[in-house]
């Protein structure tokens, strides 16, 4: 870490913390101030967290995960079918390094767990339920070269997933501690506000969650504040070659950042649909503002609240799919929240069948509702087939752990196509007002939360007015079989 970040330091207490002070007291708080250096591929940030106990317990440390170390040496990283897209100048590492963590102005105790992911901060005094507590931490973070959610490619910088951020704590279990996962999204994290200052060089363009407050320039480097209240978490990303359109729902902007688009109007166009489709069927968008940014990525797309991630590698002829997909994201993963590592069928696939939902309601973008369900039966039914031939059977339950996935078809299979084949088949199960109203009053009802399987059963038993835990028991454990 470089020396000027004491400096940070001084400053970062002080005006930084007035702008956009939260509402809400009982959300975590974040103040990060970062400094990108594009020389030395690295980001300086001083971070301070307000962390309220929310729990019934009284706690003795505080957990964060440590999203940043999954680019570390001997991580896997990406799964091997990957490996080419996501390092095309050769593999490539980076991590994050601390140089202090501190509790009223004191260097406190803290470990690292042996695999990376998890960091363990020790209270002072014990924080009871309801107290709040101020942790600060200074760290670098060395970026890799590599197509992911953080790293630096050819065209653009991401920084997805690269602050510390504090773990879940659910009473009974404590802090719930994911391992990193190379398949799917290994994310669980409560809503927060954000006040974040990130500075860069001033031949950048910014893209980022939450809104921009303020922007200035001083010796090339621009600064830019941003502010994010009820957000799940913070992203940005930054590029030499961005350009920027924009168009209106209403009073929501939505932003597409692209350096390499022949049809960037129709994928802004594709965006607005999306918003409107979605608040239309689901619910408000509660942000200002969306920002779809094209960028290195070696799969198709990433989510994050008010932003999403488009790879630059995605083919033509499925841009608008995956643009739907992500945005759709903002409504299950970035406005009701899950634990993505242990129940990945809930957010994608209500995500995937949102976006089926999509073509649906806007036929004009070539897609058929009932081909994409047909074919998604056909895919099923052919790893199902190619599978149990290849290793004798085949496991087909949804809810499990990322880790108990064993190839990444099996992963694709069972939490998107299938999450989305159980969502319309209980659409056709019963009336289409009753459906509908289970989808809104579960928006409605985990809004800025956190749910989980038991609580998506029990909210849509309720909105149907009907016993469903037999139905998602035998698409949640593999019993329904497909003809």
Same mark, same amino acid.
Request: proline share 3%.
């Given at each position: 870490m470089k020396k000027f970040v004491f400096v940070l330091m001084i400053a970062f207490c002080l005006p930084l913390f007035l702008v956009g002070c939260s509402t809400t007291s009982e959300l975590n708080s974040y103040k990060i101030e970062a400094i990108y250096d594009d020389q030395s591929q690295t980001l300086d940030c001083v971070q301070k967290i307000d962390y309220v106990n929310n729990s019934e317990s009284v706690l003795n440390e505080v957990c964060f995960f440590l999203y940043a170390n999954a680019f570390a040496e001997g991580q896997t990283t990406v799964p091997n079918s990957y490996t080419n897209r996501a390092y095309p100048n050769g593999e490539s590492f980076g991590n994050l390094e601390f140089e202090s963590v501190q509790i009223d102005g004191q260097d406190v105790s803290f470990s690292v767990s042996e695999e990376k992911n998890i960091l363990t901060v020790s209270l002072i005094q014990e924080l009871f339920p309801q107290e709040k507590v101020e942790i600060y931490m200074m760290y670098t973070i060395n970026l890799a070269n590599i197509n992911h959610r953080l790293g630096y490619g050819n065209n653009a910088v991401n $920084?997805?997933? *690269?602050? #510390?951020?504090? !773990?879940?704590?659910?009473?009974?279990? @404590? $802090?719930?501690? /994911?391992? $990193? &996962?190379?398949? @799917?999204? #290994? *994310?669980?994290?409560?809503? +927060?506000? *954000?006040?974040?200052?990130? &500075?860069? #060089?001033? =031949?950048y363009v910014l893209a980022s969650s939450g809104e921009l407050i303020s922007q200035?320039?001083?010796? @090339?480097?621009?600064? +830019?504040? !941003?502010?994010?209240?009820?957000?799940?978490? *913070? !992203?940005?990303?930054?590029?030499? =070659?961005?350009?920027?359109? &924009? =168009? /209106?729902? @209403?009073?929501?902007?939505?932003? %597409? %950042?692209? %350096?390499?688009?022949? /049809?960037?109007?129709?994928?802004?166009?594709?965006?607005? =649909?999306?918003v409107t489709t979605f608040q239309n069927l689901f619910g408000k968008y509660p942000y200002s503002q969306l920002s779809v940014v094209q960028t290195n990525f070696c799969f198709g797309g990433m989510e994050y609240p008010n932003l999403v991630m488009i790879s630059d590698d995605v083919e033509q002829e499925a841009e608008n799919y995956v643009i739907v997909h992500e945005i759709a994201h903002q409504w299950w993963y970035g406005i009701v929240g899950n634990n993505e590592y242990e129940d990945s069928w809930i957010d994608e696939g209500l995500t995937e069948f949102s976006t089926a939902l999509f073509f649906e309601q806007n036929r004009e973008y070539g897609l058929d509702y009932d081909i994409i369900m047909e074919n998604a039966t056909d895919a099923y039914k052919n790893f199902v087939s190619i599978f149990t031939n290849i290793n004798g059977d085949v496991d087909e339950s949804m809810e499990r752990n990322l880790s108990q996935f064993n190839t990444e078809p099996e992963y694709v299979n069972c939490v998107y196509t299938k999450g989305m084949l159980l969502f319309d088949n209980l659409r056709q199960s019963m009336s289409e007002k009753k459906f509908f109203n289970c989808l809104r009053n579960y928006y409605k009802d985990y809004k800025f939360k956190n749910s989980s399987s038991e609580k998506l059963i029990e909210s849509f038993c309720h909105s149907a007015n009907s016993n469903l835990e037999s139905y998602f028991a035998a698409w949640l454990s593999g019993e329904v079989v497909f003809q």
């Open positions: $920084f997805g997933n *690269f602050f #510390p951020i504090a !773990c879940v704590y659910e009473d009974g279990v @404590g $802090f719930v501690k /994911n391992q $990193f &996962s190379a398949s @799917g999204d #290994p *994310f669980y994290s409560d809503v +927060s506000n *954000f006040n974040v200052s990130i &500075s860069y #060089p001033e =031949d200035s320039v001083m010796d @090339g480097q621009t600064t +830019s504040v !941003c502010k994010g209240e009820d957000i799940r978490d *913070f !992203c940005f990303v930054l590029s030499k =070659d961005f350009q920027v359109i &924009s =168009d /209106n729902v @209403g009073e929501i902007e939505i932003k %597409y %950042y692209f %350096y390499d688009d022949a /049809n960037a109007q129709t994928h802004l166009k594709t965006s607005v =649909d999306a």
